[in-house]
């Protein structure tokens, strides 16, 4: 069992940045891939960005690449999403997630979440 928990979301102005944290805990520290995926009001959750546990890997949606970035503390443990220059478009609920595996050209999500941080973006 793998328990996430998020923090670091809130309300910045465009062009702004936020640091998210997701605590990581149980299954002794094994874990594989570990990610963000995000959700605003009226639409589906949708992948943002993931590491590796054991390697450097890092993998991104296109439209945060070069703004955001996903890195990790193997002795915490914890990951982050360091997001710079948002848009009103980024607002959304952030959640962190454990166990992705990539098929037929897109990360699937894996079966644990954590609870969810808002990030709102004024304009």
């Known amino acids: 069992q793998v328990r996430l928990a998020e923090s670091g979301g809130g309300l910045v102005p465009a062009g702004g940045s936020l640091r998210l944290s997701c605590a990581i805990s149980g299954r002794d520290g094994q874990h594989y891939l570990l990610g963000w995926f995000r959700q605003a009001p009226g639409k589906e959750r949708e992948f943002v960005a993931c590491?590796?546990?054991?390697?450097?890997?890092?993998w991104y949606a296109d439209f945060v690449k070069d703004r955001f970035e996903v890195s990790k503390d193997t002795v915490e443990p914890t990951i982050y999403l360091q997001m710079n220059n948002l848009a009103p478009e980024d607002t959304a609920v952030y959640f962190c997630?454990?166990?992705?595996?990539?098929?037929?050209?897109?990360?699937?999500?894996?079966?644990?979440w954590g609870q969810g941080t808002q990030v709102t973006v004024s304009s």
């Open positions: 997630n454990a166990d992705l595996r990539y098929a037929a050209g897109s990360f699937i999500s894996g079966p644990y």
């Open positions: 590491i590796g546990w054991t390697s450097d890997g890092t």
